[in-house]
């Protein structure tokens, strides 16, 4: 017994200073710098989408040419979904998911490890694309040949970053499902998970299924102008539209990694601060699946234009406003949980709420797009760009600052500063509005997307829209102040942050401990209270 006390005596020590963040295992230091690289990754993206919109605040071309414009486009799409969105789910999950389930760290703790640091490298390569002869791709985030193809010196090294973040991606996937399917603590069934962790375990079977696809779709592109192969020349009997059929494949599951895991996230805050359990808990779970299940077979409907066949079209629509149903399912069970619940209106809780509104929006926007004759009208529009931004910016994005409010306290061990934290929510959630919702009737007047100039009787709504960006993003510099006092000091977190907060992570210390459950914890804590009872 000795032997074995000695043996493992290490693992209660740490490295100190920077040798601690490179080669630590620990889930909690890996769930951090995940945490604080999407945070830099945001606002490097941020950058270039406020280049983007100083451009487009009046007509005529004001600070760059085309081609940098296009060059900005590509990079804040590439940047801000594989350098800030994904990243900050999977810091999250390595954060959470071991204390939610009762175990001692992730299964893969050395992979883990290696998992985040290829994630700097790559978008270091990424973005060393810009200094390159010819500049960084220009073909929007898409990669759509023959316009990648165009593409000078930066060509290979922005496929060989692509694959670095698929690797990267895949490792924390296989970790994550290894974590889940064999870690969870003693009588923790898979139907007594977490919600966040069930959206984690759905999350992750998807990027083991689509990144591949993704890094063969980029494959084939250099295949194609390296090697003399033409997947998708149509001069050498290959076809440009494959590569879209390829793209998409992976294109639209990708949408949905990057929403999933923030439906796990309102599904933790909002029960929390209704005081109530999460209203039909088994529905939830199944509607999360058959998301994950149709993101599958409805890939085409972003190419309604391309001329397919009458019966393809109709397959992609249906199927599309198939997922409706599972989307509608979990919003109305969002708010039945708030319905006659003891509500309290703290920062988390105005994230969740503002989520629920904003991403029905850009899910009501989805349905528009979905029909066949209305989308011909639609496409490539700016009505597609307030689409997807209401998903991943009003949806995905706010999901994760209100993730980092709600478990900020458990993590640093002190509150935040309330007053700051709603001061920061007011002005994200009018400045995304202003900047977001305007594009709607850009892109119904008929304003295509990716353009640098415009006619001038757009000016006003691009003015209103550039203006609500530059607001958006400096408001996000009051959510850094926010952490950083937080981390400083503040007043003393309990373990239980909040009154309606139930769970296992809520059973530990805040900060809690290096390990977190050297012993599993005890059956009795598992869910002892009536989240799961409906």
Known sequence: MSTVAVAHEHHAEHPRGIWRWITTTNHKDIGTLYLCFSLLMFFVGGAFAMLIRAELFTPGMQLMD????????????????????????????????????????????????????????????????????????????????????????????????????????????????????????????????????WSWLITAYLLIAVMPVLAGAVTMELMDKYFGTSFFNAAGGGDPILYQHVFWFFGHPEVYIMILPAF???????PTFSRKPLFGYSSMVYA????????????????????????????????TMLIAVPTGVKVFNWTATMWRGSLSFETPMLFAIAFLFLFTIGGFSGVMLAL????????????????????????????????????????????????????????????????????????????????????????????????GG????????????????????????????????????????????????TEPPAPNLIWAHPYRNN
Request: charged share 5%; net charge neutral.
């Open 66 to 197: 085309p081609l940098f414009f296009n060059e900005m486009t590509t990079l804040h799409g590439l940047v801000m979904i594989f350098g800030a969105i994904m990243p900050a789910f999977v810091g999250l999950a390595n954060w959470m998911i071991p204390m939610m389930i009762g175990a001692p760290d992730m299964a893969l703790p050395r992979m883990n490890n290696w998992s985040f640091w290829i994630l700097p490298f790559a978008m270091l390569l990424l973005l060393s694309t810009l200094f390159m002869p010819g500049g960084a791709a220009a073909s929007g985030w898409t990669m759509y040949p023959p316009l990648m193809l165009q593409t000078g010196v930066a060509f290979p090294f922005t496929i060989f970053a692509i694959h670095l973040m698929g690797i990267s991606s895949v490792m924390g996937a296989i970790n994550i499902i290894a974590t889940i399917l064999n870690l969870r603590a003693p009588g923790m069934s898979l139907m007594k998970m977490p919600m966040f962790v």
């Open 264 to 270: 796990g996230i309102i599904s933790e805050i909002i």
């Open 288 to 319: 999360i699946a058959s998301i994950a299940f149709l993101s599958f077979i409805v890939w085409a409907h972003h190419m309604f234009t391309v001329g397919m066949p009458l019966a393809a079209d109709l397959f992609f629509m249906f199927s």
């Open 372 to 467: 066949v004759p209305a989308d011909w009208q639609y496409h490539q529009t700016y009505f597609v760009v307030a689409h997807f931004h209401y998903v991943l910016v009003t949806g995905a994005a706010f999901a994760i600052m209100g993730a980092v409010y709600y478990w900020l306290p458990k993590w640093t061990g002190h509150m935040y500063n309330e007053k700051l934290a709603k001061t920061h929510f007011w002005l994200t959630a009018i400045s995304a509005n202003v900047l977001y919702f305007p594009m709607h009737f850009l892109g119904l007047a008929g304003m295509p997307r990716r353009i640098p100039d415009y006619p001038v009787q757009f000016t006003d709504l691009n003015q209103i829209v550039s203006i």
């Open 470 to 517: 530059f607001v958006f993003g400096a408001s996000q510099l009051l959510f850094v102040a926010c952490i950083i006092l937080c981390i400083r000091g503040g007043k003393k977190a309990e373990a239980r942050v909040w009154d309606g907060a139930h769970g296992l992570e809520w059973t530990l210390p805040s900060p809690p401990p290096y390990h977190s459950f």
